[in-house]
């Protein structure tokens, strides 16, 4: 898990994951070893640490589960958020390490992926930090072409990089934002005809926030990943995998838009449009799988540089 602190949208990168690197390594050899029911126990202790020693993550979960679920929100709320987040870390040991025995994963709206890569095209997967991504990366192995997830490395605690040493191909796919060649890379990505995954509801050390009504209210989506995938000129998919319950997963991929323009004429209302038609998505994944969120810090607070 990781402690968001009072960390904004703008600033979240800065907050480290908690844990010392012996401790992850002994949580992780428990559960290789003694298996997903293991692992789940480990989970409660876990969670019940998390929400007594961090009060900014119980507040930031309380304010979105006040949006997503509509009504007062308890304390066992909370705990149900932060463990559903920890369940979702605990799969990804074996999702990456491929021991999906005892999982199950749905996947709707395939269609609308493999008509674009039969055409021979590369496209944008703009997702959320909502359920995991890994879900993907492991449905992706038996893809014809590469999932590039587009991800930020540079504050990864302890546990993030033993969980990427589990599959070292997938990742070695991974394009790390933040180098000179990042978005070279991403370019000769879809080029080739691959995947580019992106998370658009938050990006590190994002100076530019653009406004869209969001659960109810106003929040500050970054501006980054949508202007990245209308450079890009590749067709752009929604995706979501959302957890359903222990180890079972819906995986769904939704058309976003054949290409995404930017008119330099209308370009911060297109950047507006593009951005609410996004949060509208997210919304609705929000509201069916209110525990899947997983963005513990304040939301909708107006970051500095907000459109």
């Given at each position: 898990m990781t402690e968001q602190g009072a960390a904004t949208g703008r600033d979240w990168a800065s907050q480290r994951e908690r844990g010392s690197k012996a401790l992850s390594r002994l949580m992780l050899w428990i559960t290789l070893t003694l298996g997903w029911r293991a692992g789940t126990l480990l989970l409660y202790p876990i969670t019940g640490y998390f929400f007594l020693a961090s009060p900014a993550v119980r507040a930031a979960s309380r304010?979105?589960?006040?949006?997503?679920?509509?009504?007062k929100v308890s304390g066992g709320d909370v705990v149900r958020h932060?463990?559903?987040?920890?369940?979702?870390?605990?799969?990804?040991?074996f999702l990456l390490s491929g021991r999906l025995r005892g999982?199950?994963?749905?996947?709707?709206?395939?269609?609308t992926l493999t008509a674009i890569l039969g055409r021979g095209e590369g496209c944008v997967l703009l997702g959320a930090h909502v359920g995991s991504f890994d879900v993907l990366r492991s449905v992706g192995r038996d893809a014809p072409v590469a999932v590039r997830p587009l991800m930020y490395r540079e504050h990864w605690g302890a546990m993030?990089?033993?969980?990427?040493?589990?599959?070292?191909?997938?990742?070695?796919?991974?394009?790390?934002?933040?180098?000179p060649d990042t978005m070279l890379r991403v370019q000769e990505a879809v080029a080739k005809g691959e995947i580019v995954g992106i998370l658009a509801d938050?990006?590190?050390?994002?100076?530019?926030?653009?406004?869209?009504?969001?659960?109810?209210?106003?929040?500050?989506?970054?501006?980054?990943?949508?202007?990245?995938?209308?450079?890009?000129?590749a067709p752009v998919v929604v995706f979501h995998g959302v957890r359903t319950g222990p180890r079972h997963y819906l995986v769904r991929f939704e058309p976003f838009a054949d290409r995404l323009v930017l008119k330099r004429?209308?370009?911060?209302?297109?950047?507006?449009?593009?951005?609410?038609?996004?949060?509208?998505?997210?919304?609705?994944?929000?509201?069916?799988?209110?525990?899947?969120?997983f963005n513990f810090y304040p939301f909708w607070e107006k970051p500095d540089h907000g459109e």
């Amino acid at each position: 898990m990781t402690e968001q602190g009072a960390a904004t949208g703008r600033d979240w990168a800065s907050q480290r994951e908690r844990g010392s690197k012996a401790l992850s390594r002994l949580m992780l050899w428990i559960t290789l070893t003694l298996g997903w029911r293991a692992g789940t126990l480990l989970l409660y202790p876990i969670t019940g640490y998390f929400f007594l020693a961090s009060p900014a993550v119980r507040a930031a979960s309380r304010d979105y589960l006040v949006r997503a679920l509509g009504r007062k929100v308890s304390g066992g709320d909370v705990v149900r958020h932060l463990f559903t987040f920890a369940s979702v870390i605990l799969d990804r040991v074996f999702l990456l390490s491929g021991r999906l025995r005892g999982f199950a994963i749905e996947v709707q709206g395939l269609e609308t992926l493999t008509a674009i890569l039969g055409r021979g095209e590369g496209c944008v997967l703009l997702g959320a930090h909502v359920g995991s991504f890994d879900v993907l990366r492991s449905v992706g192995r038996d893809a014809p072409v590469a999932v590039r997830p587009l991800m930020y490395r540079e504050h990864w605690g302890a546990m993030t990089p033993m969980l990427e040493a589990l599959d070292p191909a997938l990742a070695a796919a991974i394009i790390e934002i933040g180098r000179p060649d990042t978005m070279l890379r991403v370019q000769e990505a879809v080029a080739k005809g691959e995947i580019v995954g992106i998370l658009a509801d938050r990006a590190p050390a994002e100076r530019r926030f653009v406004a869209a009504q969001f659960l109810g209210a106003t929040a500050y989506f970054p501006a980054g990943p949508i202007v990245v995938a209308g450079l890009l000129g590749a067709p752009v998919v929604v995706f979501h995998g959302v957890r359903t319950g222990p180890r079972h997963y819906l995986v769904r991929f939704e058309p976003f838009a054949d290409r995404l323009v930017l008119k330099r004429a209308t370009r911060q209302q297109d950047l507006t449009d593009a951005v609410g038609r996004y949060a509208a998505s997210l919304e609705t994944v929000c509201r069916a799988h209110p525990f899947n969120w997983f963005n513990f810090y304040p939301f909708w607070e107006k970051p500095d540089h907000g459109e």
